[in-house]
């Protein structure tokens, strides 16, 4: 697609623009062929969902993946869902989004009402919505995402109206309480925050009593934008496409000025300086990100030597030990982003490259897939403009997510030892790891979904699982945890199985990170795994492979593992192993210690 | 602004909205001369236009266009 349209579908948008060339985006897109697969996504709206509808279709296209939508009926998402009234259940939807606002309050309090009956009343809203939820994780299996509430722009209550229990923000503030707590209790719930977002629109934009009662549009036509580009983002990350890596540029970009002429102690990195002040704070926002989980990188066009003193620069906040890779030379900026994704294993559309300079930046958006958001070069911006794309939305914060950064730095570095052993098996003696093989338990359920949902390389079956799918007393779930002389890597490695009455099992699902890649881990987990069967009397073991672009590394993981192959089509084959069978694999095994 | 100065901008929102569509724009286009005008365009159009000429147009406005003419004598009320 023109480069001009691709642009008018990432933040910030140009609404005019963007709504005016609505049709032929469509159009371009429909030209294309979708290989991806299809999501199904029922949006029940308390207002219009029209524009929401197509919006949500074309963000989620821009990132290859189509969609088939159903639109419920005109505020009756409560009726739909648990009455069953309309075509929802047929429709079998994998997510649904019921999208509502604070117009759709059924009874907001009144003057006269007692601190218990306004209670009532909070409650009682909360449990009309539950009761949606419930019944559509129960009856409708799917995804459910929910608004929380935004604010009306008239206060009758004036100042008194957050503060008073009768006022209105009140109300909604104590439901969005709720809202959020229950978010926190339920893996499959997933609150949208347009509470946040209006505030980020602000009312005057967000509000447009025009478009409510001529089209019953709420939020506004425009601010509709900025909701669809939200809940886009929200579903790819339960799909496990969120950006992973920060690229960040050098001068002028984490501090002011030129390093190479300006010398270490002239650059702009000081409290009492107005952009000296304002590169602080980027940096330290970056590192919040880093802390969060989010990898950083270094590519700069400098010698190496002087990128690195300004690290050393007394107020620097982001030292050189929070980057996971550090690149300094003249190649191009696109090459040394490719080089470094490739030692951190992820693909080119997990990374986001900042630069102040339009030259660099349009110089990796023409050779790459790198996400090269337009940060401008003031910077008083960048943070805010790197903020709003939402490209590190994320499911659940789990303790993994917070040690990869220093977990990826220590891997880099553990190759460059690598390079130092002849022989490989040697190498992987000296990295002394240790692995803990768990069945899952509530500690490591969402670590386990979170790793067999997002794992694309390391992955036999594909299968996308939530937690019903691994809970029940036929099925063998085993996570590992891997830990060497360099890092305690967490939990890297997730398999499990159903067996049936004939005593037989079938591995339904078997994921590695990327990270722990040619450790000998999976021979490991499966002997763990294999003698756990044994112990259970389970006669045979079948494995599964379904190919796709990304996980060819585990083709032939059955045959090594001494599994024969009992069926075979284009895209997929099944394997078998008698579990009285001799273990061939055992001898290249690194015995990895486990408890 | 002039009607012909309010045409040359709103023209081409018309060509590119409705880029499929074969129609000639005059100020009795409407609606009904166009297959894809539905509701869901109209609100594209309506917020294109309100950007191209920083405007907004009020509720009652929007009530009484009923063809392109409308919509022009509404902008030019305002850009007078």
Not at chain 1, 40 to 52: C, D, N, P, W
Not at chain 1, 96 to 101: E, G, L, N, Y
Not at chain 1, 494 to 516: F, H, L, P, Q, T
Not at chain 2, 38 to 51: C, F, G, P, R, Y
Request: net charge neutral; glycine share 4%; with cysteine.
């Amino acid at each position: 697609m023109k480069f001009e349209l691709k642009k008018l579908l990432s933040p910030p948008f140009d609404d005019g623009e963007l709504f005016k060339n609505l049709n032929l985006i469509k159009e371009e897109f429909s030209k294309t062929n979708h290989k991806s697969k299809v999501k199904k996504i029922a949006i029940l709206g308390g207002s219009t969902t029209s524009h929401l509808k197509d919006l949500l279709n074309l963000f989620l296209l821009n990132n290859n993946i189509s969609s088939d939508f159903y639109e419920g009926q005109f505020q009756l998402y409560y009726e739909e869902v648990v009455y069953n009234v309309g075509k929802l259940k047929e429709f079998d939807p994998d997510i649904i989004w019921v999208h509502t606002s604070w117009r759709n309050i059924k009874k907001f309090p009144l003057m006269k009402h007692t601190r218990e009956e306004i209670d009532f009343l909070i409650d009682s809203e909360f449990s009309l919505y539950k009761r949606i939820w419930e019944h559509a994780k129960e009856n409708l299996s799917c995804i459910v995402i929910q608004n929380n509430f935004d604010y009306p722009d008239y206060r009758v209550l004036a100042n008194k109206d957050s503060i008073d229990i009768h006022g209105k923000i009140y109300f909604l503030n104590e439901l969005n309480r709720k809202f959020s707590d229950y978010d926190r209790q339920n893996d499959w719930f997933n609150l949208f925050d347009i509470n946040y977002l209006s505030f980020l629109n602000g009312s005057d934009k967000w509000q447009n009593e025009r478009d409510w009662y001529k089209y019953r549009n709420s939020p506004s036509l425009r601010s509709s934008i900025d909701v669809a580009y939200g809940v886009s983002k929200l579903i790819l990350a339960l799909e496990g496409l969120s950006y992973k890596c920060l690229v960040v540029d050098l001068d002028n970009t984490l501090w002011g000025g030129v390093i190479g002429d300006d010398g270490v102690e002239n650059i702009k990195l000081n409290r009492d300086h107005p952009i000296g002040d304002a590169y602080l704070d980027f940096q330290n926002y970056i590192l919040e990100l880093k802390n969060r989980g989010i990898i950083l990188a270094v590519v700069s066009k400098n010698e190496d030597k002087i990128a690195r003193l300004g690290f050393g620069h007394p107020n620097s906040i982001l030292k050189i030990d929070d980057f996971s890779a550090f690149v300094a030379n003249w190649n191009t900026k696109s090459s040394n982003i490719k080089e470094i994704i490739k030692k951190i294993n992820i693909s080119e559309s997990a990374a986001v490259f900042a630069d102040d300079n339009q030259m660099e930046r349009d110089e990796v958006t023409k050779n790459s897939n790198i996400k090269v958001p337009d940060i401008g070069d003031n910077i008083e911006n960048y943070k805010k403009i790197i903020d709003r794309n939402n490209f590190f939305e994320l499911i659940h914060i789990t303790s993994e997510d917070l040690k990869r950064p220093d977990s990826i730095r220590a891997s880099i570095e553990s190759s460059k030892t690598k390079e130092n052993f002849g022989n490989y098996n040697e190498y992987l003696k000296s990295l002394e790891m240790k692995t803990e093989i768990k069945e899952v338990d509530n500690f490591s359920k969402n670590r386990f979904v979170q790793l067999t949902n997002k794992t694309n390389q390391f992955n036999l079956t594909l299968e996308k699982i939530d937690f019903t799918n691994i809970s029940g007393n036929n099925i063998l779930t085993l996570t590992a945890s891997l830990t060497d002389k360099f890092l305690d890597h967490g939990i890297v490695s997730a398999i499990y199985g159903k067996i049936n009455d004939d005593k037989e099992i079938d591995i339904n699902g078997w994921v590695m990170s990327c990270r722990v890649f040619k450790r000998t881990l999976e021979y490991t987990i499966f002997y763990k795994f294999y003698c756990l069967c044994k112990k259970l009397g389970i006669k045979k073991i079948r494995g599964f492979y379904k190919k796709s672009d990304r996980n060819i590394i585990v083709k032939d993981l059955y045959k090594e593992l001494g599994f024969k192959e009992i069926k075979k089509t284009k895209n997929s084959s099944e394997w078998a192993l008698e579990v009285n069978e001799d273990l061939v694999f055992l001898k290249k095994m690194i015995m990895i210690n486990y408890e | 602004m002039n009607e012909d100065e309010v045409v040359k901008k709103l023209q081409p929102i018309f060509k590119r909205i409705f880029s499929k569509n074969d129609f000639t724009f005059s100020r009795k286009l409407s609606a009904n001369n166009i297959d894809e005008w539905d509701s869901l365009t109209h609100m594209n159009l309506i917020v294109a236009i309100e950007k191209e000429f920083k405007i907004s147009f009020t509720l009652d406005e929007l009530e009484n266009q009923n063809d392109v003419g409308d919509t022009i004598d509404s902008i030019l009320k305002k850009k007078f």
